[in-house]
């Protein structure tokens, strides 16, 4: 093949760059720190620099900030609900896109410290996945918790209750509760199919995607690198709306239909 670069293959765990306490620290979670930083200089700028007379940058927050809010309220059917959930998923959509985009920005990936990577895009290591995922389930149970309370949320998991007044119906009446009781006891591991699926479609999408262009880098540098680039561009905010998309109709399902 004609304009090839040398492209190191990808690993799914990624290097430990410095301990600090016996605390590896790798260059995933430097790159998240990286982010976290970028956000919170966001978030000031907003917050200090606001004006009557806004300029390009605040009207670009303003109007991602409504696009997010309208897209809550399009998957929760309901405008307060969707502020309620705006704090939360609209951060985690905009850690997640710079997450998943900022490893594209020239150089980025270059820098190295003592011969390892110093940032990798925080997206590709599924530890972060997997842990943000995990926190997103945990707070909708709570918040089912908070909307029906304790005994109420566990009762959708444990129906011993309806099984009671369906023999009190009747013998087929029973029968079907004890059907819809088993049913409850198989949402308990369709909540833990949630965090896996939430972690892993994030991690496989973003790890195939520096897989696939370490490859074609390594076979055309000159053609691929501009198209790919801008497809990933795609992929990487597609991916954080629907992750936020998911939790948003994770609480929706969680809490009292008036809650919403």
């Known amino acids: 093949m004609f304009f090839q670069v040398t492209t190191p293959q990808p690993n799914v765990q990624p290097e430990t760059v410095v301990e600090f306490f016996g605390i590896p620290l790798t260059n995933a979670m430097l790159m998240g720190v990286l982010v976290l930083f970028c956000i919170f200089l966001m978030a000031v700028w907003a917050s200090w620099f606001t004006k009557t007379r806004a300029g390009r940058f605040q009207i670009s927050i303003e109007m991602l900030v409504g696009a997010i809010l309208d897209l809550l309220t399009s998957v929760v059917g309901s405008r ?3 502020q309620v959930l705006l704090p939360l998923i609209g951060t985690l959509f905009i850690f997640l896109g710079m997450g998943n985009l900022i490893g594209l920005i020239p150089g980025i990936s270059s820098v190295t410290f003592d011969g390892v990577q110093l940032f990798r895009t925080a997206t590709n290591d599924f530890n972060m996945t997997f842990s943000i995922a995990l ?7 709570i918040a089912s918790i908070v909307s029906w309370g304790f005994f109420g949320h566990l009762g959708k998991f444990f129906k011993f209750k309806e099984v009671f007044l369906g023999f009190r119906e009747g013998f087929g009446a029973g029968c079907l509760a004890i059907v819809d009781f088993f049913i409850g006891l198989l949402d308990i591991v369709s909540e833990i ?13 973003m790890f195939a995607g520096d897989v696939l262009a370490a490859i074609l880098l390594g076979s055309f540098a000159l053609i ?8 990933n561009l795609l992929v990487g905010i597609l ?9 948003a109709a994770y609480y929706s ?8």
């Open 80 to 82: 307060a609900a969707a």
């Open 239 to 247: 991916q954080a709306l629907v992750f936020g998309a998911l939790t």
């Open 193 to 205: 199919a949630k965090v896996i699926s939430l972690s892993l479609r994030l991690f496989g999408n």
């Open 135 to 141: 926190a997103m389930i945990i707070f909708t149970n």
């Open 224 to 231: 691929i690198p501009a198209p790919w680039l801008a497809m």
């Open 253 to 260: 399902l969680a809490v009292r239909p008036s809650d919403g």
